[in-house]
Structure formats: structure tokens, C-alpha cells
């Protein structure tokens, strides 16, 4: 699977914005679907994931509440939208894609492939 973030870009705090990644293969509907997020000097964390049919979604704490993933099988495409962003929110955002069913979402080593990011930069 090759997964090709986009949609991010400059906003301020307060704002919106709809990242997308789009995926290769046949088989998307079969992958759980996660996003992540790395800011300058810290590591990778966990933003938001879906399971493999849609109908389980799972968010980090510091999100929850401003951000909502959904996918569309057919489009072999996973959205993170994400309202009321504040400066913290600035990073590099990863999709990534899981075979596994179940286990723990927010895990980085549970995914097997990953896009290569696009940056989200809020201002105050």
C-alpha cells in the first residue's frame, strides 16, 4: 500500500482544516487507517485512527472533540478534519495503514506502511 497525504498548510488558531490520504491498491478496505503527528523535536504521536469498515473511531485526548477521521472505501481515502486548531496543533502529519485487526490503535508500531507526511502550521 502507498498512502499520499495532503491538505496541509498555514492557518491560525481557530481554524480549520480537512487533511486526506490517498492510497494505492485494492485493498484498502482492509486496512485500518490511523494519523499521526511530529512535532520539531518530539516524537511521533498518536491523532486519530478508523477501523477497517468506519464504524470504530478512536481519538487522542488532545484532539478529541476538534478532530474527526472518517474514510471512504471507495475512494480508497482517509480524511482527518480538524476544527478550532491551536499552535500545538503545528506538525508534520502522517497517515499510516494497518493489516491488524483490533489491538491497540494508537501505536506506532502497529502500522505497516505510512505516507509521507504533510505539514500543518498554526499561527497565533
Known amino acids: 500500500v502507498q498512502l499520499q497525504a495532503s491538505g496541509g498548510g498555514l492557518v491560525q488558531a481557530g481554524g480549520s482544516l480537512r487533511l486526506s490520504c490517498a492510497a494505492s491498491?485494492?485493498?484498502?478496505?482492509?486496512?485500518?487507517m490511523g494519523w499521526f503527528r511530529q512535532a520539531p523535536g518530539k516524537e511521533r504521536e498518536f491523532v486519530a485512527a478508523?477501523?477497517?469498515?468506519?464504524?470504530?473511531?478512536y481519538y487522542a485526548d488532545s484532539v478529541k472533540g476538534r478532530c474527526t477521521i472518517s474514510r471512504e472505501n471507495a475512494k480508497n481515502t482517509v480524511y482527518l478534519e480538524m476544527k478550532s486548531l491551536k499552535p500545538e496543533d503545528t506538525a508534520v502529519y502522517y497517515c499510516?495503514?494497518?493489516?491488524?485487526?483490533?489491538?491497540?490503535?494508537?501505536?506506532?508500531?502497529?502500522?505497516?506502511?505510512w505516507g509521507q507526511g504533510t505539514l500543518v502550521t498554526v499561527s497565533s
Open positions: 499510516a495503514a494497518r493489516r491488524r485487526y483490533g489491538g491497540n490503535w494508537s501505536l506506532v508500531d502497529e502500522y505497516n506502511y
Open positions: 491498491g485494492r485493498t484498502f478496505s482492509s486496512y485500518g
Open positions: 478508523i477501523s477497517q469498515s468506519g464504524v470504530s473511531t
